[in-house]
């Protein structure tokens, strides 16, 4: 099993810059993909950015140039800054962790923090 622990969030006005981090522990492997998805009320959870083990970056088109994930191999935390907030972003803002075997893939929540956007 594999923990996940966020941190960061909260309420930012227009044009503000928060940075939130994820935390993992327990039966870690090297081999994984972590990301950040948000979910908004009334809205389908989308992903906003993720990160390989290997160091590849995917950006949803919403947030290129704007935010930026990240990847502390020492402290097996990965995180997202982000900058530029717009109201849009505001969202519940949710960490995973995608590991793999020789056969299966497992995937990994954390458990959700608030991104509020607003004046």
């Known amino acids: 099993q594999v923990q996940l622990v966020e941190s960061g969030g909260g309420l930012v006005q227009p044009g503000g810059s928060l940075s939130l981090s994820c935390a993992a522990s327990g039966s870690i492997r090297s081999i994984h993909v972590m990301g950040w998805y948000r979910q908004a009320p009334g809205k389908q959870r989308e992903l906003v950015a993720a990160?390989?083990?290997?160091?590849?970056?995917r950006y949803a088109d919403s947030v290129k140039g704007r935010f930026t994930i990240s990847f502390d191999n020492a402290k097996n935390t990965v995180y997202l800054q982000m900058n530029s907030l717009k109201p849009e972003d505001t969202a519940v803002y949710y960490c995973?962790?995608?590991?793999?075997?020789?056969?299966?893939?497992?995937?990994?929540w954390g458990q959700g923090t608030q991104v509020s956007v607003s004046s």
């Open positions: 990160i390989t083990s290997g160091g590849s970056t």
């Open positions: 995973k962790r995608r590991e793999y075997t020789e056969r299966n893939e497992y995937d990994y």
